[in-house]
């Protein structure tokens, strides 16, 4: 998106940037009138970025159900394609791993600038905790980035069994993150809800009688970026984009976990619109990059909207 979409709408003309599997490139949605009562909307294909030689007739029939517009007409069945498997996935760069374990967390160094480039992927830079899950026969461990448990901090997020990932021994890379009412990650919210050993703790350990002067609705969700182990493999060799496919396909939908999406190649567009949102700012990964575990390494970049730096500052009052 080039600007703000909600005015862009009303002023009947959106830009827009697609990564689909058949559209790709820069488009335009525009208010050609009403038709029936209803809004009609034109889809223009920018030449800037277009793929050169796709012609929309070589693609009559739906992405989801296989289907024609004639035949969705005439109430044909859908041909729903199958899904993608395992073995659709090349796993020749994993390694062997044996038993799931802790895998010490990759580090991103940080850039002043955001840019643009087709080997890259950008994602949102979450406004959470670090933290790796290893999930073994249904069980679940939570580490720190420094390998302390994590599990008082989340107690109802350990408890779950692993019915939100399809398969057992995996080990998963990603953020907890508290979201407020609105779904935008809230740091401060996270970290009232960690102070003790976490939201569920503090409402058992509170008594009824006690006041809360800020009530809290925060929602604690798991963002899922990378998955390093799977099944007795390694799969810190094989490449980022490689990794995250595996990832998105061997997990489940559950409202306690979510898939970390990216956009490839359009770095500064997105990095505008993180700013425009007010959001912590972007991580710009190699699509190609291994996992270089216990490295602040060159191919994980982050970017903030607002620098800051943490400082312990030390100090006395004379009485």
């Known amino acids: 998106l080039e600007e703000d979409p909600t005015v862009s709408v009303e002023s009947g003309e959106l830009k827009l940037i697609l990564h689909g599997e058949r559209l790709r490139g820069r488009f335009a949605l525009v208010r050609t009138g009403t038709d029936r009562g209803r809004e009609g909307w034109l889809l223009i294909r920018k030449r800037e970025g277009a793929i050169e030689g796709w012609d929309i007739d070589h693609y009559p029939t739906s992405v989801l159900t296989g289907r024609t517009n004639e035949e969705v007409a005439a109430g044909a069945p859908a041909e729903v394609p199958p899904m993608r498997t395992l073995a659709d996935i090349d796993l020749a760069g994993a390694q ?7 895998v010490k967390p990759i580090l991103a160094t940080s850039v002043d600038a955001a840019f643009s480039d087709h080997d890259w992927l950008f994602e949102l830079k979450l406004d959470g905790y670090r933290v790796e899950v290893v999930v073994r026969d249904g069980t ?8 302390k448990d994590a599990a008082g901090y989340f107690p109802d997020f350990a408890a779950l069994p692993g019915d ?3 398969v057992d021994d995996v080990v998963v890379d990603g953020e907890m993150v508290a979201l407020d009412a609105d779904g935008r990650p809230d740091i401060g919210q996270l970290q009232e809800l960690t102070g003790t050993r976490g939201l569920a703790v503090k409402r058992r350990e509170r008594k009824p009688a006690d006041p809360d002067p800020e009530p809290r609705t925060g929602t604690l ?4 970026f990378d998955l390093l182990q ?3 493999c390694d799969l810190t060799p094989m490449p980022l984009e490689e990794r995250k496919r595996l990832l998105r396909l061997v997990l489940r ?3 306690a976990v979510r898939y970390v999406r990216d956009v490839v190649g359009e770095g500064e567009a997105y990095h505008a619109a993180v700013v425009a949102q007010g959001l912590e700012g972007t991580m710009a990964k190699q699509r190609r990059a291994p996992y270089e575990a216990g490295t602040r390494s060159r191919s994980w970049l982050k970017i903030k909207t607002r620098p800051k730096q943490e400082l312990v500052v030390i100090g006395y009052e004379r009485g």
């Open 221 to 224: 969700v798991y963002h899922a």
């Open 140 to 147: 679940v461990r939570l580490w720190t980035r420094n390998r």
């Open 253 to 255: 939908e559950h409202p």
């Open 230 to 232: 799977l099944a007795g």
């Open 96 to 102: 062997p791993a044996g038993t799931p374990s802790f």
């Open 164 to 166: 939100w990932i399809g």
